[in-house]
């Protein structure tokens, strides 16, 4: 005799797949939430990791920043230094220049001229004097040309002095003339070396 099955068996299929589903729901939900949670486990390190690497960055770029504040300083010491080293050499050289100007001058000036004044305004000089003739005057401007202290000398007058009667030099004169820079130590000595080589000769 066959057997009938009089349960409901479609119910109990049913109901079991709903059990299956609802568990493997759970089970996806629960694994979801583990892998978030690693998830944000291993972004969390490594934001973390970043954070304290930009953080050692920071650090390092500021120490880096208070050397270049340290280095700046150095360089505005270290250009007043040059300044006021520039400047001591220039009021070095300036110094044997007034020396070596009022020695070539002494030799420049030919028999039957005479100065009466000198003045300079910056690396020019304005010499004044008499002169016995004309001709002197030509004569100085040559050995003015041929000193190498002295640049472009230019006639600015030559004519007849007030007190002619009184002085044996009728005619009075003014040249403008311009000086040449000052020697650095460096040239002073080749200059001094050049000299002492001749002198031997």
């Known amino acids: 005799m066959p057997r009938i099955n009089l349960l409901p068996w479609r119910e109990e299929l049913r109901r079991e797949r709903q059990r299956e589903f609802l568990g493997s729901l759970v089970m996806t939900g629960v694994l979801g939430v583990v892998l978030v949670f690693l998830l944000g486990l291993v972004y969390g390190q490594r934001i973390q990791y970043q954070q304290d690497r930009n953080d050692l960055i920071s650090s390092e770029i500021r120490k880096v920043q208070l050397r270049i504040g340290h280095i700046d300083e150095l360089e505005r010491v270290r250009s007043r230094l040059i300044s006021r080293k520039q400047i001591i050499e220039q009021l070095q050289a300036s110094r044997s ?8 001058l002494a030799r420049t000036i030919p028999v ?34 041929k000193s190498d202290l002295f640049l472009e000398p230019e006639l ?10 009184v002085t044996n030099e009728p005619y009075e004169f003014s040249i403008g003339v311009s000086l040449r820079p000052p020697r650095t130590a460096a040239e002073e000595l080749d200059l001094y070396d050049l000299e002492s080589q001749e002198a031997e000769q």
């Open 97 to 104: 220049m007034t020396v070596e100007l009022l020695d070539k």
């Open 112 to 145: 039957g001229v005479t100065l009466g004044g000198v003045a300079q305004l910056g690396s020019n000089l304005s010499l004044d004097g008499t002169s016995q003739s004309n001709a002197r005057v030509s004569a100085y401007l040559r050995a003015l040309e």
């Open 156 to 165: 600015n007058y030559v004519r007849s002095a007030d007190n002619a009667s």
